[in-house]
């Protein structure tokens, strides 16, 4: 295979997903010459994320309204025998995001910061060489090598780039599979339904995100104990009529493996670092992962920019350790939550809940702001995800 190389770049990004996007435009607004890669060909497809943006993160970035669905108040949390637990928050708690046109939107605000994007491109590894690492790409027009000073890894929970920088990789994960409807007619309020049942979405939840456009429908759990697959047709035939699903549109599937044992240990070398799923910077209790990689991609930039401009410890900062202790608790709840697997002993669980502690917690759980922390430099309400409406 005929293999030629290419010119050199300051920072090459692996993935184009929520992490990748969201930390090139910063790098190239500063000067630095930046190549996004990807495998596809379009990001608007391959989609593996509901898209759930949740208040801390409204609060704190700007993003558009033409991009976000209607705001959802209400969850509704079912035990195993389907007896309802209603939540409802006084304020705006979650947005849907429509993910591909963000994508699309937020790669076009790269290129203008002068991001070179290169799509339906495999990430094949790196080595190291002098000035950084040597890059293998394989595309349609053959193998590809392309030198960097720097190498971020913004290519997901199983991170290639992650074992080629001897960092930290994610052990734990769950996987999700999601069908997503067009809504065939009201069922009342935007809500937020959370379904568990062991057998169903065992370790984790099943769902439904009605938001009064689209409807989300997803499973997930721990692979080895169900098929996920089979997982989303039985809940999806089970809530169809409740949900106005009969004649609805399916309009497209998704899927993908989440990393839930929290933010890894090793996230930084001087040859590269880690962002989004690939660092591990998911919520282990939730598996929430939005508003993480925002704040972690803008933290990323910082770090990559002082290390390149010949800051001593730029990286020190960009490390596991100080953001792990945030989710001891969340890593303990999921290692609770994992080991559940009788109907009655979660349906006692949900009885619980139904006390005025539980009650308490639950709200806690779906509606505190506690995300992920805040980083050195942050600043809220900053500048648009995107050029004016963008979000990721």
């Not at 920019?305 to 945030?326: D, I, K, V």
Request: with cysteine; net charge positive.
């Amino acid at each position: 295979m005929r293999v030629r190389r290419v010119e050199r770049f300051d920072v090459i990004v692996v993935g184009a997903g929520l992490a990748g996007l969201c930390v090139c435009e910063p790098l190239a607004r500063r000067g630095l010459r930046v190549l996004l890669v990807d495998r596809r060909r379009s990001l608007d497809r391959g989609i593996r994320t509901t898209g759930i943006f949740v208040r801390k993160t409204l609060e704190d970035f700007e993003l558009p309204e033409e991009c976000l669905g209607p705001p959802v108040r209400d969850v509704v949390l079912y035990s195993p025998s389907g007896r309802p637990l209603a939540l409802s928050s006084p304020h705006r708690e979650f947005r849907v995001g429509r993910m591909g046109p963000l994508y699309l939107r937020r790669l076009e605000d790269c290129r203008r910061a002068g991001v070179e994007a290169l799509l339906g491109a495999r990430f094949v590894g790196a080595q190291p060489v002098d000035a950084g690492s040597l890059v293998r790409l394989a595309g349609t027009d053959g193998l590809r090598e392309v030198e960097a000073r720097f190498l971020i890894g913004a290519d997901g929970a199983r991170s290639r780039v992650a074992r080629d920088l001897g960092l930290s990789m994610n052990s734990e994960m769950i996987v999700g599979v999601e069908g997503v409807f067009r809504a065939s007619g009201s069922t009342g309020a935007p809500r937020l339904h959370c379904f568990l049942d062991p057998a169903l979405a065992p370790g984790y939840l099943a769902w439904v995100v009605d938001d009064g456009e689209d409807v989300h429908v997803g499973v997930g759990g721990y692979a080895r104990r169900f098929n996920p697959t089979s997982a989303l047709c039985e809940f999806t035939r089970r809530i169809s009529r409740q949900f106005n699903l009969t004649n609805a549109r399916p309009i497209e599937r998704r899927s993908g493996e989440i990393p839930v044992g929290g933010v890894l240990a090793r996230l930084a070398c001087p040859r590269g670092l880690l962002v989004g799923d690939a660092a591990g910077a998911v919520s282990p209790l939730t598996a929430g992962g939005l508003d993480p990689c925002l704040r972690l991609s803008a933290f990323a930039a910082r770090v990559t920019t002082a290390h390149l401009n010949g800051e001593a410890g730029a990286l020190a900062g960009y490390r596991g350790e100080r953001f792990r202790a945030r989710f001891i608790a969340r890593r303990w709840m999921r290692r609770a939550i994992s080991a559940v697997r009788s109907p009655l002993l979660l349906e006692a669980a949900c009885a619980a809940l139904r006390t005025q502690p539980g009650r308490a917690l639950a709200w806690h759980v779906f509606f505190a702001r506690g995300s992920f922390p805040d980083l050195p430099g942050e600043r809220t309400r900053r500048r648009p995800v995107a050029a004016r409406s963008l979000a990721d």
